[in-house]
């Protein structure tokens, strides 16, 4: 099952401070070495990442020291010989160690950003896509505007999970661009367990049953009149839908509080009468309905209002063996259009005289 509903988004292309925080990066096994190896030389190091020369260890060391995962063992009071001496020793961090255990590095980073932000109807915006751009300028001076929007702040040092990554951004400065407005489908797809929602590269799981939503679904739409405890929708009697087992459309379905375009529930729900007096006429129409055949037996006649009988969840016991061929023959009396079953039944009763 699934629910869409159509989005607005708006993509700024904005100038901002940001963490890249990566999985991917190969800073997270050199760190798992310095772990194992520290405190370590720059000879140390570059045994393990050979064909690498010297020089590049260096400045591997140099830059995982710049973001604080590593320092230095023994300080020396020689400025020189620190920036030098290849027998200098480092240890990893604290930090770094934090690195080597959830397997993901942050990256500080600075440059231009398309930032693709949804507005999804009775909800807080959301980013649903972060994606770095080359060149240093904004692309189109002529639409650049210099107050950036307050729903910008919002965003600030909260990670942002995609599909190209988890980006965290620091600060935004005030001058941007909007690039594009478009309409997205904001799709939850639900399983039995949990549901997704995804809008473009954002994605989201939550856990939680079908059955549950499904009851949500059912409440905002029919309020008092479903009961989630029998799972059942409770409707007034009509002559013209006498189904007890329905394909339910909503045409504006309310989840999580978010509302949804029109859909269709993939299983039947239960429909029950409203009270005993509702479920009689309701008994009755569909006994007179549903007959296709002559009945030679009172027996016979029994199983078949029995199985009618067991339909109606709430009233099985009320209505089984609550009606003869006879009192249903008498029933029948009181409306003409039925004359051709009560002829039917009146023949049965004479046959089997």
Known sequence: MKLIQHTPTTTYQVLTDYTEISKESPFISILKVCSEQSPFTV???QDFL???NKNAVKNIIHRLEQLDYLMKYKEDSDEDYQEHSDELEYWISARGIEVCLKEEIEEEKRGIIAMTIAYPKNAHPIIVKLEPLSK?????????????????????NQSQHLKNGTFKLK???????VREKKEQDY???????NYTTQLLDFSNTVETSISEVIAELLTNEYQSTYDEELQLIRMPFDHNALSLKRTISIENPKYNGLYFNKMELEKPVQISPLDDQEAEKWFTALVVSRIQNYFFSDEEF???TKEIAEEFVEFIQSLNNSISRMELLNKLHKNP???Y????LDTINYLNY
């Open 136 to 156: 240093d300028g904004f692309q189109d001076q002529e639409n650049t505007k210099n107050n950036a929007k307050r729903e910008f702040n919002d965003f600030i």
């Open 302 to 304: 029994h199983i078949y």
């Open 341 to 344: 079953i009560k002829a039917k």
């Open 337 to 339: 259009a039925d004359f």
């Open 187 to 193: 799709i939850f797809h639900f399983n039995e367990e």
């Open 50 to 52: 050979r064909p690498l």
């Open 171 to 177: 600060h935004i400065e005030d001058t941007y661009v």
């Open 43 to 45: 000879d140390d190091l």
